[in-house]
């Protein structure tokens, strides 16, 4: 059975770092995308980054944020620094069928996690 569980949010002071780590079973890294994804008090969900089956990367928080994988592992993992209080909110990741091509479209995901919570505050 396919499963997404995030995990290593929580309480950080703006410019400190947090990992974020997307732990799955059920299928195979090297097969499908993985996409994290963030939701802000009061907006939409939106993607964040993404990692292909192959390794290729799309980043959309350049400079800050990026996007990694251990496939023995079975674990994506999301390193934020320089963290803003904008960057608040819940972070999922979630895949979509094996070998599709990365996007930063919430629709074009069908297996998504819980969520974890970050938030950037004094």
């Known amino acids: 059975q396919l499963q997404l569980v995030e995990s290593g949010g929580g309480l950080v002071q703006p410019g400190g770092s947090l990992r974020l780590s997307c732990a799955s079973s059920?299928?195979?890294?090297?097969?499908?995308?993985i996409g994290w994804f963030r939701q802000a008090p009061g907006k939409e969900r939106e993607g964040v980054a993404c990692?292909?089956?192959?390794?290729d990367i799309t980043n959309s928080v350049k400079g800050r944020f990026t996007i990694s994988r251990d496939i023995a592992k079975n674990t994506v993992y999301l390193q934020l620094n320089s963290l803003k209080p904008e960057d608040t909110g819940v972070y999922y990741c979630?895949?979509?069928?094996?070998?599709?091509?990365?996007?930063?479209?919430?629709?074009?995901?069908?297996?998504w996690g819980r969520g974890t919570r970050v938030t950037v505050s004094l």
């Open positions: 990692i292909s089956g192959t390794g």
């Open positions: 979630a895949t979509r069928s094996p070998h599709s091509y990365c996007s930063g479209y919430v629709s074009d995901f069908d297996s």
């Open positions: 059920g299928f195979t890294l090297n097969s499908n995308p």
